[in-house]
């Protein structure tokens, strides 16, 4: 992890696959445990992360705890999705994702492209930057 933080590598983890609320009932395979990342970050704070397919109150909590979180769009979903999701954390810890081959790209673009954002905004989910 030490290797990851001197070089601002972002160790990406990836929340979940598949949606609990689609998998069948006997056989589940729950997301990663919010509190297990936060104490993963706790241990590295200087190791940058990334989480994927996070939905949108794992995102804007995970966010909000720690400066060197982005979380990717793929699972985040709600009524004018970005406008609200970037309400609650900076656009520069928003990534772009699609959750390709699980999800539609298109939906992803379209989720990006067809929402009210400044130029600036629409920049830092497309090119995120590792501080």
Known sequence: MNILAEARIPL???MRVDDERNQYPLMKVPGVDVESIIRLANAFPKVPMVCLCTYRYEAVYLVRRRRMWSVGISYIES???LPTLLKQIPAERVLFGSHTPFFYTAA???K???APHTAKAYKAILQWQCE
Do not use: Y
């Open 12 to 14: 990406i983890i990836q």
């Open 79 to 81: 009524f004018k999705t």
């Open 112 to 114: 990006t492209e067809r």
């Open 108 to 110: 992803a673009v379209a």
